[in-house]
């Protein structure tokens, strides 16, 4: 079997002109060069090039091989020398996967600020709230409400949010306003469906211990955008991250049965367990673990 590296070394010897020039080039000494072409030669079972005390001429095979192959080899260089220069610089195409909400909280103009930074980057945003299989999807980072931890995935989490009982207040108007964690049973609910058409909600209290109520409603959806839209109509009462104080202040939506928060949920960044992150991807990550911790903090410092 060839070796390819025996080929890259002859299109070397041809360009630099003589076995010792082309070994001071490389680092290898000019009679391991001659050697290495000479066993070449009697693999391909072909002469390459008649060698003289003062210069080296290619025969036709010579010729003919080198025209077949130096492009090639200074293909394998280039794509060589791009991934030194990737690792060093971020740069490539970035799948990235969120939840479909998330640029509700998240703004384009961090997005845009990052890519004026890095010129050499592309970013793809996969948006869904479904969870996906990253290495199968070929996603190189997603941030997720609830990661599931596996083997195969690192798992940072980069914030703590609380989930919470909110509806408008001219479904409580019509229907009225619950008083205990099971009087949603007799209310319509806004959930993403787990059975057919009910859904468990588990809650902590003031005190921390959890309590659970089995809900339903008329009204199911796959992503807690829709499920807060849904909520702002007044089709029901919906359990959704409290991210900030917009619609309460607007009298979009008013908090129901405050006392009742599930306080262990946050947001994580969750990527392949790869010996050799690549730089863009890593820089993305900071990028955004940076302006989420920056307006968590923000946040808390306005309440």
């Not at 002859?10 to 001071?24: D, L």
């Not at 970013?123 to 070929?138: C, H, K, N």
């Not at 949010?161 to 609910?189: E, F, K, N, W």
């Not at 902590?204 to 849904?230: H, K, S, Y």
């Amino acid at each position: 079997m060839l070796d390819l590296n025996d080929i890259g070394l002859f299109v070397q010897v041809v360009r630099f002109g003589s076995f010792a020039e082309a070994g001071r080039r490389l680092g290898i000494p000019a009679n391991t060069v001659s050697r290495r072409i000479q066993e070449l030669e009697e693999q391909l079972g072909a002469r390459l090039m008649q060698r003289s005390t003062r210069k080296l001429k290619l025969t036709d095979a010579g010729h003919e091989l080198y025209a077949n192959s130096a492009a090639a080899v200074d293909g394998l260089q280039q794509a060589g020398e791009d991934l030194i220069a990737g690792a060093r610089v971020p740069r490539g195409l970035i799948r990235v996967a969120m939840p479909a909400d998330f640029f509700d909280f998240y703004k384009m103009e961090w997005v845009a600020e990052f890519l004026a930074s890095h010129p050499q980057v592309r970013i793809e945003f996969v948006l869904s709230d479904a969870t996906v299989d990253l290495i199968e999807e070929g996603i190189d980072v997603a941030f997720r409400g609830n990661a599931t931890r596996g083997p195969n995935y690192v798992v940072r989490k980069i914030q703590t949010r609380s989930i919470g009982l909110v509806a408008s207040p001219s479904y409580l108007a019509a229907r009225g306003t619950p008083a205990t964690l099971q009087d949603l049973t007799r209310h319509d609910c806004l959930f993403v469906p787990q059975a057919r058409d009910y859904a468990t909600w588990r809650l902590q209290d003031l005190d921390g211990a959890e309590e659970e109520v089995i809900v339903t409603g008329r009204v199911m959806a796959n992503t807690a955008r829709a499920i807060r839209n849904a909520a702002i109509a007044g089709l029901g009462i919906a359990l959704t991250p409290i991210l900030g104080t917009a619609d309460f202040e607007a009298g979009r939506l008013v908090p129901v049965l405050p006392q009742y928060m599930r306080r262990d949920l946050g947001m994580s960044v969750v990527y392949p367990n790869r010996a050799h992150l690549p730089l863009a991807v890593s820089a993305f990550i900071d990028s955004v673990v940076g302006r989420i911790r920056a307006e968590t903090i923000s946040a808390q410092g306005l309440q």
